[in-house]
């Protein structure tokens, strides 16, 4: 059973007891590790996340003559949000849903909050909802058509695959009956979306947020990571998720009833079925209307906690478009014995609708973001503003290619290369083949860092040399210069500069994506044949040049599509693996889902809440002193917590960063909410803030705050490692650290302690419960 420190003391002594909250950052961490001693004991929280101390420290505050001098050290372990389970690498199939939601929250800073902001997070949700049609469209693409329409409709392919015989002969040979089946794959597909966004809402988004009681104002509410309901964002996510599962589902619908609406069009038809399909097809319009309203008239409420839930909304709209899909697939396998399944099912233009919705989508979100970087600018954001629209250039076409890639292996597994269907859309199989052209790109610009990284690792070896005092005359008492040992240490630091450059990469990938896709579509419409085929007769080198993209872009995204499951499955069960990948995946999921409800669910939802409360219940309780000391990751959740707390508990923490992202990645990609201005802000709310980073860190950096913010934030570069060579004091050769195991450095110690010092004269005299309660809220 958990055990609470704050029920070994009803008061504090004099000097106020201190209390180290440690908050660990990606690729997660052990208590035991954490805070040093294999005695460990979970003193609140659950098997999710929860704070421990060790063993002899659960009643600290009731002997505070033991730790005069010394904070209380706890541990904040959050890992579980992020990991845990191997199936939880089946999210990555969701990743384009992820990186579209990232492409919401970087959006640039503004001087207030105007309707072109507001457009800014309509245009990403639009961008949001064409994924969700363009992942039910895709599975329709693989139920409906390739198997039932084609495959199923053609004697040939159907005896060479004997579990769909069933669908060539007898009642269900007829293929609005094939196409009602089918559609049940599609269906299940968005049932199961469904099923996990409302899974994670019910366990995430319903984290409540500390309280927040009339207090005042000390400019924080200026930042919206100080909004009482930042951390809250039930109701979008829920209205979201219903309009989201209503798309699927009237796509499935408009895949299933669309071809028989256009058999019973002919003349000589049915007039009964004709009528039918025409309401059906108005049906389907007045539920696209009704979804697209869901999504437009209605963003995200931060200034409040907002517990409002629309309920008949969230049940109306999907089982509405529910009701709608069971109509037409009645009205689809009605009797049509003379209706034969030939070619394509109609409708595979609405892929290149989908794409072209999305360029469009793009182009306006850059023209918006751009409008609002002119209002505020600041030449440290990440492609000057463009960065929201990069990203979410990168998800259409995460999403694109993903489908594409799918449908094509399918295609290849169904017929092979015998030719007897058709095959996926032309423009799926245009999308595969920008494949490799693509990565000859990214190979150019990768090979032009390296040739920089090798360059810089030349300067940085002169500045080894320098740093470390190093003497190739040194006698027997000086450090002569190791080539190995300074050729390590400089490619260490040359290397750690490559994260500075991912702009630069994510820049250069997404305009070429944006060429390529539009080349795509081009071409799909113009030739309406696949790249191979519509080369032909021209010259030879083209020629070879199609097909070889066709067939390879095609094998990549099977093999690549299988490797990307495999290894997240095996990152999410082995710490060590995770951690090439844990930066990415967890700042992609530290942010409220609020353009696309089927993303990963936000830990930080339960993470900030959890610190908040737990920092606020110690201080008003102990009227002690406070450290919240976080590192990589846990740094921005540590920020976001110290923003969601009360003004008056907010003065009375120190703040201690290390190997943090704050400025690095989080100001320049995230500049509305972390950016310069805030960042400052935060420094001026919280008592003290100090910041250690090495230049070997891939990851952190200082903050470097703008002009005259009060005490300086950041300590120079830490030395990495902390000794050249052997010493007295350092007999084995010391480790490079980078961004890890920053406790090591004495300067840890010795800042630490200068915050305590400083805290020592802020915090208030002790209060009684009752005042210490009003004080806090």
Known sequence: MATTPEQHTTSTVADGTALELLVHGVGGTTPAEMLGDPRTVRVSGDGTAAVYRRAEDVDAESRPDDYRGRPVPEAYVWCNLTSGNGSRALWLILLPFMVVNLAHWMRPNALRRTRTVRLYGLLVRLAGLTLTVLLVATACEVALDLTAWQCAGTPACAARRTWLGF?????????????????????????????????TWSAYEAQRPLPHQPEPDDGSADNALARPG???????VSRLRAAH?????????????????RYDRRA???????????????ALLAGLLAVLAVVVLRGRTEERLDLDLDRTLARVLPYGALTLLALTMLYAGWSRPRWHSSGRLPGDAAFGAIALAQVALVVLLAVVAKAIYRTAVDRRTALRGLGGPATAMLACALGGVMTGGVAQRV???????????????????WQASVIPPLLVVLAVVCAVLAVGTLRRKKAETRRVVSDYHLDAHAGPDGERPDHARTSAIAGTRARAVLTDRTPVIIGVVSSVTLLLGGLAVAGAWATDQVPGTAAEGTFPLLEGAADTAQALGSWLIGVGFILFVTWGRRAYKDPSARRTIGILWDVGTFWPRAAHPFAPPCYAERAVPDLTWRMAAWTRTTGGRLILSGHSQGSVLAAAAAWQLPPSVRRRVGLLTYGSPLERLYGRWFPAQFGPAALASLHRQVDCWRNLHRETDPI???????????????????????????TERHPLPAPILGHGDYQADPVFAEERARLLARLRHAVPTPRTQGSSGRSSG
């Open 245 to 261: 599962t209503a798309a699927g589902l009237l796509t499935v619908a408009a895949a299933v009833g669309t071809s028989a609406a």
């Open 268 to 282: 000589g038809g049915p007039v009964l079925l004709d009528v039918l399909g025409r309401v059906l097809e108005g």
């Open 700 to 726: 952190g950096g200082p903050i470097d705050l703008p002009g005259d913010c009060g005490p300086a934030v950041d300590h120079p570069a830490l030395r990495d490692p902390l000794a050249y060579g052997r």
């Open 230 to 236: 930042f951390w809250y964002g039930r109701r979008l």
């Open 167 to 199: 669908l060539a002969d007898g009642w269900w040979s007829q293929p609005g009956r094939r196409l009602a089946l089918a559609a049940l794959v599609p269906t299940g597909l968005t049932v199961l979306l469904w099923y996990l966004a409302h899974r």
């Open 411 to 429: 295609a290849d597994w169904l017929d092979g290369t015998s030719g007897l269907i058709p095959g996926p859309p032309v423009l799926l199989s």
